[in-house]
């Protein structure tokens, strides 16, 4: 059984940089694709990020293209979210998920999920 523990949020200034991470346990992060989704309050959750098994294709969502960077290190398990220069409108519950297939933006593709970690902007 996966078991994904998302940690690194809380409160953060417009223009900052916060690093969330997702410590994988069951299985190593090498042998799965993973991503990032996000829920707002009110909101649909929605993608933000994945990286492949392999690690090497990547994908985002426009909104956070030159801002995000999603990376593995396959040593310590762990996936992580850098965010540099946030805005008010990425405050949001930050998701890992993880699938043993491909990488997806759809949520309904990803099996295994964290209980999030909220990342708050402030401006």
């Known amino acids: 059984q996966v078991q994904l523990v998302e940690s690194g949020g809380g409160l953060v200034q417009a223009g900052g940089s916060l690093r969330l991470s997702c410590v994988a346990s069951g299985r190593s992060v090498n042998t799965m694709s993973m991503a990032w989704f996000r829920q707002a309050p009110g909101k649909e959750r929605e993608f933000v990020s994945t990286?492949?098994?392999?690690?090497?294709?990547?994908d985002y969502v426009d909104f956070v293209k030159g801002r995000f960077t999603i990376s593995k290190d396959n040593a310590k398990n762990t996936l992580y979210l850098q965010m540099n220069s946030p805005k008010s409108e990425d405050t949001a519950i930050y998701y890992c998920?993880?699938?043993?297939?491909?990488?997806?933006?759809?949520?309904?593709?990803?099996?295994?999920w964290g209980q999030g970690t909220q990342v708050t902007v402030s401006s």
């Open positions: 990286i492949s098994w392999s690690g090497v294709t990547t």
């Open positions: 998920a993880a699938n043993l297939g491909g990488v997806s933006r759809s949520p309904s593709v990803y099996r295994y």
